[in-house]
């Protein structure tokens, strides 16, 4: 039986699960690459940021070839362009599908071009990049696939939410255990009604619980860093060089907000994931919390040419919508111009 028929909800989520242990593997060893790399750099006397900007996918990814199609998209074939790329836009089951719409309003919006010469490695570090090249490509790929298959299972989970009574935004508010239960017994679990409210997810040796209330305010407050309020300038790691960028901050914690975004506007998230690659393309420089050589932010944003700064840990916390700044993504430097 295919996954891809959306006809097996419980084997689908286990697939899900062994692809998340694979990407997540691929994280930790982005981070001990990242070290490695740094510490020849050091050696060698070479920004950091002239290696990683050279990382790349060894092959395309699905989103690569989708701006590849996407170029060359003509009105006679959008239809059929939209069928096979209307998983675009949506990541497992948050945001919203690829209309024909989008499609030729992304069209207005041409890819920039990096103008400087070809990007060549430097010997010492060609071996790392390959490896950081191949990690790059399956790191996407894999959570571009999943996302690509998970968009053929909306219809039945949005049916098991219709025979319960519950909204699309109060179905996905369940983990997949708790999907399943719904979809075999009915039941819902006992603080589902609070989750309207705000809720989190702790995963604790295996066993997931979700948490409202006091006690997501409690985990929340654990997690929580204290940042300095009077904080004007802050920094992160280059993902994709650029020049100095000036623009107006727009916070996009989900991609549902993406609509917010105007041309030039500097896109802040905590992460970026496949559903942002519009806001992405209009963004005139991209800032994260998170992220490693090998990240979406940082694989994305050289894919386009746009500034990238990620890792910053409190971009999110820092910064707040419409706040202009500069962006120096030849130094990884965040500055705070006018709040």
Not at 42 to 63: D, G, M, R
Not at 135 to 155: C, G, H, K, L, T
Not at 303 to 323: F, H
Request: hydrophobic fraction near 40%; aromatic fraction near 8%; charged fraction near 30%.
């Amino acid at each position: 039986m295919s996954l891809e028929n959306g006809d097996d909800l419980e084997k689908f989520f286990r697939a899900v699960v062994e692809a998340a242990n694979c990407s997540m593997a691929i994280e930790f060893l982005d981070i001990g690459l990242e070290k490695y790399i740094e510490k020849i750099c050091k050696n060698k006397n070479i920004e950091l940021s002239e290696v990683l900007n050279k990382i790349k996918p060894h092959k395309k990814t699905l989103l690569m070839q989708y701006q590849e199609e996407l170029r060359t998209l003509k009105n006679k074939n959008t239809i059929d362009f939209v069928k096979k790329w209307e998983w675009v836009g949506t990541h497992f089951f948050m945001g919203q599908p690829l209309t024909e719409d989008k499609a030729i309003n992304e069209l207005k919006y041409k890819q920039k071009k990096d103008k400087g010469k070809e990007s060549i490695v430097p010997a010492d570090f060609k071996i790392a990049a390959n490896i950081g090249a191949k990690m790059a490509f399956y790191r996407s790929y894999i959570v571009e696939q999943v996302d690509r298959v998970a968009y053929n299972y909306w219809p039945p989970i949005r049916k098991i939410g219709e025979e319960n009574g519950l909204s699309w935004d109060e179905v996905i508010s369940l983990n997949h255990y708790e999907l399943l239960v719904l979809k075999d017994k009915k039941r819902l679990p006992d603080n589902f009604k609070e989750r309207k409210n705000g809720f989190g997810t702790i995963n604790s040796a295996g066993l997931i619980e979700v948490v409202t209330g006091e006690k997501l305010k409690i985990a929340l407050n654990e997690c929580q860093q204290e940042i300095d309020s009077g904080i004007t300038e802050f920094k992160g790691m280059v993902a994709c060089k650029g020049k100095k960028i000036k623009g107006v901050v727009k916070i996009i914690e989900e991609s549902k907000n993406i609509s917010k975004m105007n041309k030039g506007d500097i896109l802040v998230a905590n992460e970026t994931t496949p559903d942002y690659i519009i806001g992405m393309k209009i963004a005139g420089a991209i800032i994260t919390n998170q992220g490693g050589i090998t990240s979406h932010a940082a694989i994305v944003s050289r894919e386009l040419n746009i500034p990238c700064i990620i890792g910053t840990k409190i971009a999110t916390k820092v910064l707040k919508d419409g706040d202009l700044v500069e962006v120096d993504a030849n130094k990884g430097v965040v500055r705070i111009i006018k709040k």
